[in-house]
């Protein structure tokens, strides 16, 4: 029996960019992403460091698209969410949510 797969926030918050941006999540895209809706400046260091180790986990694949004259002929490589990392991430959020329930934490 495989064992349960524990995100970090930063990969919870990864991932949520991922799926939000489907199919056009690069890594500039994933970062202006997070940088706009969860209002958190990320570094590339840190965004590409947690997007290999989602890649290593299985919970994200990875592809290049076609190279561009706008990148001096280089590829993006595109980011899109496994079905292992579907399951991963919705049960993390349905742990949050069942935290979450009953405390007034977001009323105020």
Not at 19 to 35: F, M, N, Q, S, T
Not at 54 to 80: I, M
């Amino acid at each position: 029996m495989k064992s349960e797969v524990n995100l970090g926030e930063f990969e919870q918050i990864v991932l949520l960019a991922i799926l939000r941006l489907d199919p056009a999540a690069y890594g500039a895209a994933i970062r202006h992403e997070i940088e706009s809706c969860a209002h958190r400046a990320v570094t590339a260091g840190a965004l590409y460091t947690t997007l290999m180790r989602l890649e290593h986990k299985q919970l994200v694949a990875s592809t290049l698209g076609d190279p561009t004259p706008e990148r001096g002929g280089k590829a993006k490589r595109f980011y899109s969410v496994t079905g292992a990392g579907r399951t991963a991430i919705t049960a993390a959020q349905r742990a949050y949510r069942s935290l979450m329930n009953g405390l007034e934490l977001l009323e105020h």
